[in-house]
């Protein structure tokens, strides 16, 4: 199946970098990959906006939304699934995910989150700090990781604080 990737589209995605009061990023243990930790995220569905879809995406994987949006990555990031995933997940229409990432600030407590979702993702999670986030995800997705810090390091303490980053 590997060989048909060429042939195959990106599946549009949001991904949410959650942060605490501290600054800390929510990240989920994966069901279905052990050791795989990930920020939340999802497909977007024709006609829903990149922030509805990452709110929605929240209370689907976490049982909350309670989210202030703060910053919207500036391009789209994609990833390509190793080849031996290809065919196997989302019933093999995509090779990988074009993503739009969003930074939101976690504005309820950690009691609001329920990872007893209506279907699962996550069987654990914390909050970690940012410059781990990288290293905890599974290989193929480190490189849109790398570019949502690089692009969101700049905000991280505003966002955390409830502030608005400096304009200028």
Known sequence: MAGDRGALPYRPCVGIMLVDPVGR????????????WQMPQGGIDPGETVQAAGLRELAEE???????IIAESTAWLHYDL???????????RWRGQQQKWLLARFTGCDGDIDLATAHPEFDAWRWSPAESLVALAVPFKREVYRAVLAEFAPL???AAQGSRPPSG
Do not use: E
Not at 27 to 34: A, K, Q, W
């Open 62 to 68: 976490i049982g909350t939304d309670r989210a202030v």
């Open 82 to 92: 190793p080849d031996h995933l290809i065919g196997k997940v989302w019933k093999g």
């Open 156 to 158: 991280l303490a505003a």
């Open 25 to 36: 990023v929510f990240v989920g243990r994966r069901i279905d990959t052990p050791d795989a």
